[in-house]
C-alpha cells in the first residue's frame, strides 16, 4: 500500500515537471518559428536591406532629375539643355546634323 501512495507521489512530481517542460518548448518554438520570431525578424532584415537598396538608387535618380530642372529653371537656363531637351522631346534636328539613337540605359520598373 505504501508503494502504491509512493508512486502517486512521484507522479504527480512528474506531471508538473512534464508539464513545465512542455511549456517551455512551446515557448522557444515560438520564439524561433513565429510570428515575431527569430526567423521572422531575419526576413525583416532582409526586406529592409532591399529597401535601402531601392532607396539609394532612388536618390540618385531624383538627384539626376533636379539638376536637369534646376538647369530649366528661368533664373539658370542653360540654352546648350534646352535646345538639346527640345530637340529630344519634339524629334527635331537640323538638316546637317547626325542623329544617334541610344535606348534608355535605366530600367522601368
Excluded at 527569430?38 to 539609394?56: M, P
Excluded at 538639346?84 to 546637317?96: A, K
Amino acid at each position: 500500500m505504501s508503494s502504491l501512495r509512493d508512486l502517486k507521489a512521484r507522479a504527480r512530481v512528474s506531471y508538473g515537471v512534464i508539464a513545465g517542460v512542455l511549456v517551455f518548448a512551446y515557448f522557444i518554438y515560438h520564439s524561433v518559428e513565429g510570428d515575431r520570431g527569430l526567423l521572422a525578424l531575419n526576413n525583416v532584415n532582409v526586406r529592409i536591406a532591399e529597401a535601402e537598396k531601392k532607396l539609394a538608387e532612388l536618390v540618385v535618380i531624383e538627384r539626376e532629375l533636379e539638376g536637369k530642372v534646376i538647369r530649366l529653371t528661368p533664373s539658370s537656363l542653360d540654352p546648350d539643355f534646352l535646345e538639346e531637351r527640345g530637340r529630344s522631346i519634339l524629334n527635331f534636328g537640323h538638316d546637317n546634323d547626325i542623329v544617334i539613337l541610344i535606348e534608355n540605359q535605366r530600367k522601368k520598373s
